[in-house]
């Protein structure tokens, strides 16, 4: 599947996977986070939801464009981007809708391709075939986990006395050969990020001890580590209006005036975007500034200068 996926690829977008086994970590509100912030940043940006059950990256796009609409600020407000759901298949046969839906997917990414710069992936948590043909495609991967050994447990164990990590687990031999895959076939190479999410606000012996783990965990597997999102109500209270912590908020979008809990969680958004290290269209930046000069322009009043000529 992936020999096939990969020739009917144009290789013309960055694919970005958000991915882990384990659910609730985080993953959707991530990938919109992860999009809204490209989008800011000038690129053109595609989403794509594996999970057709829960369709919670569906359900956030959604929930933006009809806040966009209702606010009437979509054309200079709230961005959205390109959206596919993969559809599952609903015949009797295991292998037939194995192929619907590997179809779904690779034409979604063909589709988005042709006119964006990157596509974000949102994945199930669960271990499927979507998921693993996912993991293969992936030139970046990103993991989150939140701060507990449950979740790291995905990845690898560790010695209850010491706290040393023993062995790796299931999902790390999943990327492993997802990577092994990849590179059999274009030569490619998967820049993997393991994120921790929903870290607490206050220090502890257990954060401590998790950040051992993953760096030991890195250094034997392969990834890189990142600090993520905290533990934060309002990127709970984003979802309804489709919203995040790095669109322009305001009382017409928010509702309310933003706090400096609002603040902090943009700066970890866009600590998150260039801890990533993702190849940016240059020209799209381009496009992104002169847009926001605009915006601003716009909204200034006219001097009498600007009305009355020389």
Same mark, same amino acid.
């Given at each position: 599947m992936?020999? *096939?996926?990969?020739?009917?690829?144009?290789?013309s977008a960055h694919v970005i996977v958000v991915g882990n086994e384990k659910g609730g970590t985080g993953k959707s509100t991530i990938a919109m986070h992860l999009a809204v912030a490209l989008m800011n940043f000038g690129q053109r940006v595609a989403t794509i939801d594996l999970d057709s059950r829960q369709k919670s990256l569906t359900h956030y796009v959604e929930n933006r464009r009809a806040w966009a609409n209702r606010c009437n600020n979509g054309l200079n407000g709230l961005k959205v981007p390109e959206h596919f759901c993969v559809a599952r298949g609903s015949t009797r046969k295991v292998e037939e809708n194995e192929a619907i839906e590997f179809t779904g997917l690779v034409d979604a990414i063909?589709?988005?391709?042709?006119? *964006?710069?990157f596509v974000v992936i949102d994945t199930a948590g669960a271990d499927n075939h979507l998921t693993r043909l996912a993991h293969s495609l992936a030139d970046t991967l990103i993991t989150p986990?939140?701060?507990?050994?449950i979740d790291l447990d995905v990845i690898g164990s560790v010695d209850p006395l010491t706290f040393a990590v023993t062995r790796e687990n299931h999902y790390a031999h999943m990327v492993?050969?997802?990577?092994l895959q990849r590179r059999m076939v274009d030569q490619a190479k998967m820049d993997w990020v393991v994120m921790r999410n929903r870290l607490s606000l206050v220090g502890s012996r257990n954060r401590e001890r998790i950040a051992k783990g993953l760096a030991e965990l890195a250094m034997r597997i392969g990834f890189r580590t990142a600090?993520?999102?905290?533990?934060?109500?309002i990127y709970r209270e984003f979802f309804p209006r489709g919203l995040t912590a790095v669109d322009k908020l305001d009382e017409k979008t928010l509702g309310s005036q933003p706090s400096l809990s609002h603040v902090a969680a943009r700066q970890e958004v866009m600590g998150l975007v260039a801890t990533l290290r993702l190849p940016l269209d240059e020209r799209g930046q381009q496009r992104a500034v002169a847009h926001a000069e605009w915006v601003a322009a716009r909204d200034k009043?006219?001097?009498m200068s600007d009305v009355i000529g020389d």
């Open positions: 992936l020999v *096939q996926a990969s020739a009917r690829r144009s290789a063909a589709a988005a391709e042709r006119a *964006q710069d986990l939140n701060d507990s050994y492993r050969e997802a990577r600090d993520g999102l905290a533990e934060r109500v009043p006219l001097e």
